[in-house]
Structures are given as C-alpha cells and as structure tokens.
Nanobody
Framework: VQLQASGGGLVQAGGSLRLSCAAS????????VGWFRQAPGKERDFVAG????????YYANSVKGRFTISRDNAKSTVYLQMNSLKPEDTAVYYC?????????????????WGQGTLVTVSS
C-alpha cells in the first residue's frame, strides 16, 4: 500500500486548508485511514480517522468541530478539511492506513504511512 499526502502550505490563523491522501489500493473496504501530525520536538499524534467501508469517523479533541475527515471511494482518496486553523496546528501531517475496520489512535497500530505534508499556520 502506498499513500501520497499533499495539500499542505502556509496559511494565516483562522484560515483553511484541505489535505489529500491518495492510496494505491483499489479495494480499501477493510482498511481504516488516519491522519496524524508531528510538531517540531513533539511526538506524532492522532488527529482524525475514518473507516473506509462505512465512513465512521473519530477526532482528537483538539480538532473536533474544526477538522473534517472524508473519503472518495472512486478516487481512493481521503481528505482532511481543516478550518479555523490555529498556530498550534502547525506540524507535518501524515496519513496512515491499517487493515482493520476499527479506528485506532495509536500510531504503532498503523501499517502504512505517507511521506507527510507541512502545514504552517501564522499568527
């Protein structure tokens, strides 16, 4: 499984960005995809996850109400819409996949990782 994350960039506080995670799999129904982020000097933390089969979602408390994860089956792509961005959202964002229908928040539970895309939010 190959994952390609894109869409990062520089945005002012209060602005929006949409990240994309394109997957090489054609049959994704038994997978869950998650977004993680890693700020400088900090650990890689869970942000949001979605089950491919029925679109169930789960969010970290820090982004709930501001970020939305979604998927496009036809394009094998998962999106992370980020609104009301804050400087503390600045990080490298990674998408990851695991062969399970259960969303997990631990990064060690994900088997496949994309290369990361940098999001910088200026104050």
């Amino acid at each position: 499984v190959q994952l390609q994350a894109s869409g990062g960039g520089l945005v002012q506080a209060g602005g929006s960005l949409r990240l994309s995670c394109a997957a090489s799999l054609r049959t994704f129904s038994t997978y869950t995809v998650g977004w993680f982020r890693q700020a400088p000097g900090k650990e890689r933390d869970f942000v949001a996850g979605i089950t491919w089969s029925d679109g169930d979602t789960y969010y970290a408390n820090s982004v709930k109400g501001r970020f939305t994860i979604s998927r496009d089956n036809a394009k094998s792509t998962v999106y992370l819409q980020m609104n009301s961005l804050k400087p503390e959202d600045t990080a490298v964002y990674y998408c990851a996949a695991r062969k399970s229908i259960i969303i997990a928040t631990g990064r060690e539970l994900y088997d496949y990782w994309g290369q990361g895309t940098l999001v910088t939010v200026s104050s």
